[in-house]
């Protein structure tokens, strides 16, 4: 079994004092990865940060903004930051960790509070980019999965309320186009609905006017050899860490040997 969670902080230090490290020490998770420390690793001097048996590699902003984190028992045999992106690789939105077959990722992509804002469209051109870098590594002899933050609905069963959804960042036909592309063609798939077909998981709780509520924005994608592998998913709501909830799933370990437990 590994076990792979992914939680979207909202601020690491904020997230600590409500618990969940102490929580998430209780899972016995493989693999852990954050999103949106809001703080740089010389500001996490606490050992809460660096918990025993764990590996853990940060990418953080000079500004302290955004951020991303990876925990792993086994140690990666390299770690990459970034997409190639020049100077949009400096706000610190993606971590990989590569082991013997397999990367793991952790990703925030930009958001946008309107549709019609150059923050929306600084958010698709980082989209498009995820994508092409996907596109790129998808037919190499390794399988990925991609954790994070995406800030999207895939469908309207993500979406507690979905009415007029359509007109808000996270849940507009482009934004929903970008993600039927990568299940679609490129063959990633989503791993939470290959094991839980449920209507009211919700991993955020969205506070905007009708469409308070919970959305499901919070994924991991992916490879489409890893389908068979899915076991296990769910979103962990019986304790508030930020206000999304960490979702966790667990793979068999035959595709992943490297991670296999001693």
Known sequence: ?????????????????????SWVLEQDADVICIQNLRSR????????????GYHAYFLD?????????????????AVMTGLGMGADDAEA???????????????????????????????MVFLEQLQANLDKV???RRNYIICGNFGIAHKNRDIEHPEGADELPGGSEEERLWLDQLVGPLEYLDAFRCANSDDDE?????????????????????SANLEPSVEYAMIYKKQ??????????????????????P
């Open 93 to 123: 939105r993606y971590i990989q960790a590569d082991f013997e077959h397999l990367s793991i990722a952790s990703v925030l992509p930009p958001a946008a509070a309107s549709l019609h804002s150059e923050a929306f469209e600084k958010r």
């Open 61 to 77: 902003s000079a500004e302290g903004h955004n951020g991303v984190a990876i925990y792993c028992r086994e140690l990666p045999k």
């Open 202 to 222: 919700f991993s955020w709780q969205r506070e905007i006017g009708t469409h308070a509520g919970g959305w499901r924005t919070d994924l991991q994608i992916i």
């Open 240 to 261: 508030s860490f930020s206000t999304h909830a960490p979702v966790i799933i667990d793979y068999d370990t035959d595709v992943a040997p490297s991670l296999d437990r």
């Open 41 to 52: 690793e010389d500001q996490l001097t606490h050992p809460v940060f660096y918990p025993e």
């Open 1 to 21: 079994m590994m076990r792979v969670i992914s939680f979207c902080a909202d601020g690491i230090r904020k997230a600590a004092k409500a618990g969940f490290y």
């Open 138 to 140: 998808r037919n190499k």
